[in-house]
């Protein structure tokens, strides 16, 4: 769960603003990232990826459809794409 402040925050903390946004998420964990993180990743092929407060930023370089990529620490979240990330930020804000 994430306040209106802190979903905007998510949006401006996006390591990859000139990215196409429906290629980069962000997953939502409870807590911050364990600091293996990055060691543990398999299948990585052209996706980059950079730990957040409470959350896993990760841009598909040609796409999500073909992409083998697996973070054991992105089990425990939930992803959505920054398209999304931003409409769920104006709609907290405007609640």
């Known amino acids: 769960m994430r306040t209106a402040v802190e979903m905007a925050q998510v949006l401006a903390d996006n390591p990859f603003p000139k990215a196409a946004p429906n290629r980069t998420?962000?997953?939502f964990l409870d807590r911050a990232p364990p600091t293996d993180t990055l060691a543990?990743?398999?299948g990585r092929k052209d996706e980059e990826i950079r730990l957040g407060r409470r959350e896993i930023y990760i841009h598909y370089g040609e796409g999500m459809a073909k992409s083998k990529l697996v973070i054991s620490a992105a089990?425990?979240?939930t992803a959505r794409n920054?398209?999304?990330v931003a409409v769920l930020a104006r709609m907290a804000a405007e609640a």
């Open 25 to 27: 998420m962000a997953v």
């Open 40 to 42: 543990g990743i398999r």
């Open 75 to 77: 089990k425990a979240g």
């Open 82 to 84: 920054m398209n999304t």
